[in-house]
């Protein structure tokens, strides 16, 4: 139906920085297109908080450039319909930064504007009408009024000319919604639409369209890849559930996370916003009570910072949704009566709460995916930004009993790979518990006050560093599904998050001595001997010149007309091709230009110095050109001979220039470290002294504990080279100070690879007693003999001789490379040098 193009797909996805699932979801769509029947309802069912709108903006721009001129985008009400229009309005906040299809965006209220009826005039634009879907259906409602009858601005009623498209696919945003009260009149409206075909977008399909579904990507793999928050079950201990104990817990969780938030954003220089509590209702007399409740001078104190979103509340208190991300939106507690659990997707929805009648559908997607999207697009390491917390009515040992239906609410079925680890260590894996079949967790609940439930493995990732919530990105990592916590727990994690934040990471002052660092940085770079064109062979010059000397230019074709009797007498004409040439007339160059415009060309050449020596030089060289080319005043050149001349030779001196003789020259510069000393760490680090084995290490966590490192906290990205070298360091005699190399340091050391020239970062620089500055380097066994590790240590090597040799630099330098087998078996510094690839 629509041809797929693989190659579109990647340009599209690149285009738009799509996230993989919603490259993964965009292939699919694309590949059942192509063999789809006419009018298909094809859905992809994503997680809420994945990036639904990014879809449907790549799929717009691959629908335009396979040829699509007519798309209707349908959504299920005016709020997400206004979200949708912002999505694609150039200029506005929310607009989808890298769409590539320009949109005419028609809406039943720009109809009648005359650049519509232009547009619907012209097949060739690209048109998206964003509709609700009541205006679809034939109710006597003004809406669907407006779509069903002729304006005056198209001369045809809007539904009329989306039946007569012939290419017009429909796109329904929350696509379960359809399959509710009207389903059977919104298949009927969009089956007689006519379309190639209706694809839906939903985190929640509904059971009818299971058959329907092209592409899957469920919350747990969301939560597991770090593509939204992680879900924290909150409960009172002592089963305390009024709604102002919750509540004031709620303002407290949501408190702290404010403090950590700020810290972060004037420490990162991001945006801040206010972070929001999310309070559902059943009814709105309920909702009232709550407005009321948050608005009371021993909560918020301010009714200006309660939103109350129900069905009788006027469009002006809706459009304040909109500003919720606002830096100066005073607005800190959102109540609503259901009103949003589709299509309002602001990122700082950080504390959840509902009232008791309505717990059993907290966890839902809809309810729960308010608050589960990132403020910042990916993940900090930080617990307090990374996670949503959930508040319960039940007490936590009802909560823990009620574990697995929660968990299989959250997770699905990966609800049986989960493991269980009582009161986690952040940064530091343990073994874990598997839950088994029953309901309960297999857990005293009077001996925990956080239960950590994490998933194997995943799919993709993307986040800025792998924290504690995965190992390394290798096979058998975990990520943290969803936690169970008390409010003490939290509130322990939030100071710890705060002083994480809150602290700058200086180097450390005991190892002042040794500091400033003076680290070599070594440059090669190719040299050439001058070239002059005085130095040129004049005798070579007038031989090339010789061999323009004749000028075969255009000449005349000949033809001879003549008469000639046949044997019948009768006269026939008879043309005859004359051999001999008669050159053509040609616009002639004179003689002064001809040298005039070669000195310039010789002058002008890649190399040649603006001096009075060479301008001498390039006249001799013209004029003996000419000389032997046997150009004078009285026998000038054509234009075209003259070019043809000319650039022969200006091509043949600069073959003369590359052959001079080249060389490699190389310089040694001193970088001056720490410059800056302070770093930021947003991460509450783990005790290093935790970590006995592989299994307990984190890729990329920060550790703390470190005597001799200029830092005391420092990140590692594997446990059998880099985190074991750096125990050895700090114990072993021998070692005075190690620093860990890393984008803030300033040794880097060049290898090639082929014909391709590369950088690399050693792991660490060592001082031992002597003074001796070394590049440590560790390595799995599997790569030590690699061709990779074979070319960086060569060039160490080479690096280790430039800077040694040179005047400038007054410290010894040393380069060792180890294996994880000689780190396992090295008990001190001399035998890890023993052992180790060793060079001074």
Request: aromatic share 6%.
């Given at each position: 139906m629509i041809e797929y193009d693989h190659s579109l797909i990647e340009q599209v996805s690149h285009t738009l920085d799509l996230r993989k699932p919603n490259q993964d979801a965009l292939d699919a769509l694309a590949q059942a297109l192509r063999t789809a029947e006419f009018g298909a309802e094809l859905v992809a069912d994503l997680a809420t908080g994945v990036g639904k709108?990014?879809?449907?903006?790549?799929?717009?721009?691959?629908?335009?450039?396979?040829?699509?001129?007519?798309?209707?985008?349908?959504?299920?009400?005016?709020?997400?319909?206004?979200?949708?229009?912002?999505?694609?309005?150039?200029?506005?906040?929310?607009?989808?930064?890298?769409?590539?299809?320009?949109?005419?965006?028609?809406?039943?209220?720009?109809?009648?504007?005359?650049?519509?009826?232009?547009?619907?005039?012209?097949?060739?634009?690209?048109?998206v009408f964003v509709l609700t879907v009541q205006s679809l259906l034939r109710p006597n409602t003004n809406s669907a009024r407006r779509a069903y009858r002729e304006h005056e601005t198209t001369g045809v009623a809007l539904y009329d000319y989306l039946q007569a498209a012939g290419d017009l696919v429909v796109i329904a945003d929350e696509h379960h919604v359809y399959y509710s009260g009207n389903a059977k009149k919104f298949q009927q409206a969009i089956e007689q639409m006519h379309p190639l075909a209706l694809v839906g977008l939903?985190?929640?399909?509904?059971?009818?369209?299971?058959?329907?579904?092209?592409?899957?990507?469920?919350?747990?793999?969301?939560?597991?890849?770090?593509?939204?928050?992680i879900p924290v079950l909150v409960s009172r201990?002592?089963?305390?559930?009024?709604?102002?104990?919750?509540?004031?817990?709620?303002?407290?969780?949501?408190?702290?996370?404010?403090?950590?938030?700020?810290?972060?954003?004037d420490m990162t220089r991001q945006a801040y916003s206010e972070p929001i509590l999310f309070v559902v209702a059943s009814t709105i007399d309920e909702a009232n009570e709550i407005r009321d409740l948050?608005?009371?001078?021993?909560?918020?104190?301010?009714?200006?910072?309660?939103?109350?979103?129900?069905?009788?509340?006027?469009?002006?208190?809706?459009?304040?949704?909109?500003?919720?991300?606002?830096?100066?939106?005073?607005?800190?507690?959102?109540?609503?009566?259901?009103?949003?659990?589709?299509?309002?997707?602001?990122?700082?929805?950080?504390?959840?709460?509902?009232?008791?009648?309505?717990?059993?559908?907290?966890?839902?997607?809809?309810?729960?995916?308010?608050?589960?999207?990132?403020?910042?697009?990916?993940?900090?390491?930080?617990?307090?930004?990374?996670?949503?917390?959930?508040?319960?009515?039940?007490?936590?040992?009802?909560?823990?009993k009620q574990a697995r239906v929660l968990l299989e609410?959250?997770?699905?079925?990966?609800?049986?790979?989960?493991?269980?680890?009582?009161?986690?260590?952040?940064?530091?894996?343990?073994?874990?518990?598997?839950?088994?079949?029953?309901?309960?967790?297999?857990?005293?609940?009077?001996?925990?006050?956080?239960?950590?439930?994490?998933?194997?493995?995943?799919?993709?990732?993307?986040?800025?560093?792998?924290?504690?919530?995965?190992?390394?990105?290798?096979?058998?990592?975990?990520?943290?599904g969803i936690v169970f916590a008390t409010?003490?727990?939290?509130?322990?994690?939030?100071?710890?998050?705060?002083?994480?934040?809150?602290?700058?990471?200086?180097?450390?002052?005991?190892?002042?001595?040794?500091?400033?660092?003076?680290?070599?940085?070594?440059?090669?770079?190719?040299?050439?001997?001058?070239?002059?064109?005085?130095?040129?062979?004049?005798?070579?010059?007038?031989?090339l010149g010789r061999q323009f000397a004749n000028d075969e230019g255009d000449s005349l074709r000949r033809t001879a007309l003549n008469a000639q009797r046949d044997l019948m007498g009768d006269a026939h004409v008879v043309l005859a091709e004359q051999h001999d040439k008669v050159a053509a007339s040609a616009q002639l160059i004179p003689y002064l230009s001809i040298e005039n415009d070669l000195v310039g060309r010789l002058l002008r050449t890649d190399g040649i110095e603006a001096s009075v020596r060479e301008a001498n030089a390039a006249l001799k060289v013209a004029q003996v050109f000419l000389d032997g080319a046997r150009v004078t005043e009285s026998t000038p050149w054509r234009i075209e001979h003259g070019r043809l001349a000319t650039t022969r030779l200006t091509e043949w001196i600069k073959q003369r220039q590359a052959a001079t003789r080249t060389w490699i020259e190389t310089s040694v510069l001193l970088n001056r470290w720490p410059d800056p000393q302070e770093r930021i760490e947003v991460v509450p680090p783990a005790d290093r002294h935790l970590v006995t084995s592989?299994?307990?290490?984190?890729?990329?966590?920060?550790?703390?504990?470190?005597?001799?490192?200029?830092?005391?906290?420092?990140?590692?990205?594997?446990?059998?080279?880099?985190?074991?070298?750096?125990?050895?360091?700090?114990?072993?005699?021998?070692?005075?100070s190690w620093l860990r190399v890393d984008g803030d340091v300033p040794l880097r050391i060049d290898y090639s690879m082929g014909a391709f020239g590369r950088q690399y970062e050693p792991d660490f620089v060592v001082i031992d007693d002597e003074r001796t500055h070394w590049i440590i380097e560790g390595k799995r066994d599997s790569e030590i003999a690699s061709a990779v590790v074979e070319a960086k240590c060569s060039a160490a090597r080479d690096w280790l001789r430039a800077v040694n040799e040179d005047s400038v630099v007054f410290d010894h330098w040393g380069y060792l490379l180890a294996s994880e087998s000689v780190v396992a078996n090295s008990?001190?510094?001399?035998?890890?040098?023993?052992?180790?690839?060793?060079f001074v």
């Amino acid at each position: 139906m629509i041809e797929y193009d693989h190659s579109l797909i990647e340009q599209v996805s690149h285009t738009l920085d799509l996230r993989k699932p919603n490259q993964d979801a965009l292939d699919a769509l694309a590949q059942a297109l192509r063999t789809a029947e006419f009018g298909a309802e094809l859905v992809a069912d994503l997680a809420t908080g994945v990036g639904k709108t990014y879809i449907a903006g790549a799929l717009l721009d691959y629908l335009y450039a396979s040829g699509v001129s007519n798309v209707v985008i349908v959504t299920p009400g005016s709020t997400i319909q206004r979200k949708t229009v912002d999505n694609l309005t150039p200029g506005h906040r929310k607009y989808l930064r890298g769409l590539q299809s320009n949109p005419l965006v028609v809406t039943l209220d720009s109809l009648e504007r005359g650049e519509v009826g232009a547009a619907l005039e012209d097949p060739a634009r690209f048109k998206v009408f964003v509709l609700t879907v009541q205006s679809l259906l034939r109710p006597n409602t003004n809406s669907a009024r407006r779509a069903y009858r002729e304006h005056e601005t198209t001369g045809v009623a809007l539904y009329d000319y989306l039946q007569a498209a012939g290419d017009l696919v429909v796109i329904a945003d929350e696509h379960h919604v359809y399959y509710s009260g009207n389903a059977k009149k919104f298949q009927q409206a969009i089956e007689q639409m006519h379309p190639l075909a209706l694809v839906g977008l939903t985190a929640t399909p509904h059971e009818a369209t299971e058959s329907k579904i092209v592409y899957r990507y469920p919350l747990s793999s969301a939560i597991a890849d770090g593509y939204v928050k992680i879900p924290v079950l909150v409960s009172r201990r002592d089963g305390v559930a009024d709604l102002r104990t919750q509540m004031a817990d709620g303002l407290t969780l949501l408190a702290a996370k404010a403090t950590t938030m700020r810290a972060y954003c004037d420490m990162t220089r991001q945006a801040y916003s206010e972070p929001i509590l999310f309070v559902v209702a059943s009814t709105i007399d309920e909702a009232n009570e709550i407005r009321d409740l948050l608005a009371g001078p021993d909560m918020l104190s301010d009714p200006s910072q309660v939103l109350l979103v129900t069905s009788e509340e006027p469009d002006k208190t809706l459009s304040l949704l909109d500003t919720l991300e606002n830096p100066d939106s005073p607005i800190r507690a959102v109540v609503s009566v259901g009103m949003l659990k589709e299509g309002w997707d602001v990122k700082n929805v950080y504390v959840i709460a509902s009232v008791r009648s309505l717990e059993s559908s907290l966890l839902t997607e809809q309810v729960l995916g308010r608050g589960l999207r990132l403020p910042f697009g990916t993940r900090t390491g930080n617990p307090m930004l990374d996670t949503v917390e959930v508040l319960s009515h039940r007490s936590f040992t009802a909560l823990l009993k009620q574990a697995r239906v929660l968990l299989e609410e959250t997770l699905g079925k990966r609800t049986e790979d989960v493991v269980v680890t009582p009161n986690p260590v952040p940064g530091i894996i343990s073994p874990g518990l598997l839950p088994g079949s029953t309901a309960t967790l297999p857990v005293d609940p009077n001996a925990v006050d956080s239960i950590e439930v994490s998933l194997p493995d995943g799919s993709a990732v993307n986040l800025k560093d792998h924290s504690q919530y995965g190992d390394s990105p290798a096979s058998g990592r975990i990520h943290t599904g969803i936690v169970f916590a008390t409010p003490e727990s939290r509130a322990d994690a939030a100071r710890s998050s705060e002083k994480a934040v809150a602290e700058v990471v200086s180097p450390k002052p005991q190892r002042a001595h040794t500091l400033p660092l003076f680290i070599p940085r070594v440059t090669r770079t190719t040299r050439r001997d001058s070239f002059s064109l005085a130095n040129l062979d004049l005798t070579q010059v007038e031989a090339l010149g010789r061999q323009f000397a004749n000028d075969e230019g255009d000449s005349l074709r000949r033809t001879a007309l003549n008469a000639q009797r046949d044997l019948m007498g009768d006269a026939h004409v008879v043309l005859a091709e004359q051999h001999d040439k008669v050159a053509a007339s040609a616009q002639l160059i004179p003689y002064l230009s001809i040298e005039n415009d070669l000195v310039g060309r010789l002058l002008r050449t890649d190399g040649i110095e603006a001096s009075v020596r060479e301008a001498n030089a390039a006249l001799k060289v013209a004029q003996v050109f000419l000389d032997g080319a046997r150009v004078t005043e009285s026998t000038p050149w054509r234009i075209e001979h003259g070019r043809l001349a000319t650039t022969r030779l200006t091509e043949w001196i600069k073959q003369r220039q590359a052959a001079t003789r080249t060389w490699i020259e190389t310089s040694v510069l001193l970088n001056r470290w720490p410059d800056p000393q302070e770093r930021i760490e947003v991460v509450p680090p783990a005790d290093r002294h935790l970590v006995t084995s592989s299994s307990a290490f984190t890729r990329g966590y920060p550790y703390k504990g470190w005597e001799r490192s200029f830092y005391d906290v420092v990140r590692f990205d594997a446990y059998s080279t880099e985190f074991r070298l750096a125990e050895l360091f700090d114990t072993a005699s021998g070692v005075d100070s190690w620093l860990r190399v890393d984008g803030d340091v300033p040794l880097r050391i060049d290898y090639s690879m082929g014909a391709f020239g590369r950088q690399y970062e050693p792991d660490f620089v060592v001082i031992d007693d002597e003074r001796t500055h070394w590049i440590i380097e560790g390595k799995r066994d599997s790569e030590i003999a690699s061709a990779v590790v074979e070319a960086k240590c060569s060039a160490a090597r080479d690096w280790l001789r430039a800077v040694n040799e040179d005047s400038v630099v007054f410290d010894h330098w040393g380069y060792l490379l180890a294996s994880e087998s000689v780190v396992a078996n090295s008990s001190s510094w001399l035998a890890l040098r023993r052992g180790a690839q060793t060079f001074v």
